[in-house]
């Protein structure tokens, strides 16, 4: 009996396990993203408008995903969560600040999806 041998039950055991921690720790990072967004804007004047601005042109500059950030950090450290690189905080902070947005304004700057004619061989 070889290692690969006994390796290869043991790892198709374990991916559907890993597969879900992992997806639950995005889950998770979602969640506060969305809360840690929701208070940003609840703490700053005009909060509603520069959350506007933040989904017209994400930048880092912007008070709400200054606010966003420092409090995803906040949580997820309070929760027990090893801390995630800035570039998947931002990543996680872009999708709940266009969830946010979309719900508030639904068809600012969304353009409908267009569907392509077919080509036709000939």
Known sequence: MNFKSLLAPI?????PILGTLIAGKGTKYQGIAQVAV?????KADGGID????AFQKFE???EIVQEAT???LTLAKQAGFVLP??????A????????LATGIMPNAGIAAPTATPASTAS
């Open 85 to 90: 690189t800035i570039d998947v905080v931002q």
């Open 70 to 72: 420092t409090e995803f």
């Open 92 to 99: 996680h902070l872009k999708a709940a600040i266009y969830d």
């Open 50 to 53: 520069k959350l506007v601005a």
């Open 11 to 15: 790892l198709s055991m374990a991916a």
């Open 60 to 62: 880092s500059s912007n």
């Open 38 to 42: 929701k208070s940003a804007v609840t």
